[in-house]
């Protein structure tokens, strides 16, 4: 995978990167280009993490892993631990571990929505309030939170997932006001369409549902809400997240940058 070379290795080179859900998707396509650009990478997720681990270590940095449960309060709190233990800190926190359900309201599982917020929102508190002491004691940090468009704008039938994208959008503005006069930032990124195992498994769901080609499905997922016809590709998220962690985003702070191919323009 070739990432933008925005000259910042020397930026990044010696700083750790750890990200949540990282073995797969999008949150492995922003580790490969952090640690390209130099960084360190603690990775995180249920997927096949010796792969991943390998394919961030041939990069020429650290690379670790911490299999933690993001729903588990305790479980995030170890991996933050390891993270200190191992690597010294954390200096760039990408809250990206997320998962789905699809449902309408009066029918949607409780345990299915605790979950969704667990995962997708209150993470992502737990991790920052573990990273901010050391960022601020070394008076740098980025925190990058994956929201979605969802962040911004609603659809029907995910109340849970709009919920808590919406929510970090909310929490990232926050923390950014809470650390403006200092080197620490806190930006969200809010994707279209991406093609990963979550959005693929919801085009699968699609054509079963409604007897049709999965290539087909795929359009007609497209054509309803991303203009470019286009889904959007990790790397291209793990560019944006290596830009807001160079010296050329030292004021971009509290932003909700969509990535969604004119989704949110509409």
Not at 71 to 78: G, L, N, Q, T, V
Not at 137 to 162: D, E, F, M, T
Request: proline share 3%; charged share 15%; with cysteine.
């Amino acid at each position: 995978m070739d990432c933008i070379n925005l000259e910042v290795p020397t930026v990044l080179k010696g700083k750790t990167a750890l990200v949540t859900g990282s073995t797969s998707g999008i949150g492995h396509g922003i580790a490969l280009c952090l640690a390209r650009q130099g960084a360190n990478v603690v990775l995180n997720g249920f997927g096949e993490f010796e792969a991943a681990r390998a394919e961030v270590a041939a990069l020429g940095v650290k690379a670790g892993y911490h299999g933690a449960d993001m729903s588990k309060p305790a479980e995030i709190e170890a991996m933050m631990a390891y993270a200190q233990a191992e690597f010294g800190g954390v200096d760039i926190l990408v809250n990206n571990a997320g998962i789905q359900h699809v449902a309408a309201v009066e029918e949607f599982p409780a345990a299915k929505w605790d979950a969704i917020i667990a995962i997708n929102l209150s993470s992502a508190f737990h991790t920052t309030r573990l990273a901010i002491p050391g960022m601020r004691a070394r008076n740098w940090g980025r925190i990058v939170n994956i929201a979605s468009a969802h962040g911004l704008v609603a659809s029907a039938q995910k109340s849970a997932y709009v919920a808590a994208k919406h929510g970090i959008v909310g929490f990232t503005k926050s923390i950014a006001l809470e650390t403006a006069q200092t080197g620490i930032t806190s930006n969200a990124i809010c994707p279209g369409w991406v093609l990963t195992p979550l959005v693929q498994k919801q085009i699968d769901d699609r054509a079963a549902r409604e007897g049709i080609p999965v290539e087909q499905a795929s359009r007609e997922l497209l054509g309803e809400k991303q203009p470019s016809l286009q889904f959007v590709t990790p790397q291209q998220l793990g560019d944006l997240a290596v830009f807001l962690c160079s010296a050329a985003a030292d004021n971009v702070r509290g932003v909700a940058w969509a990535v969604d191919g004119g989704w949110t323009a509409q």
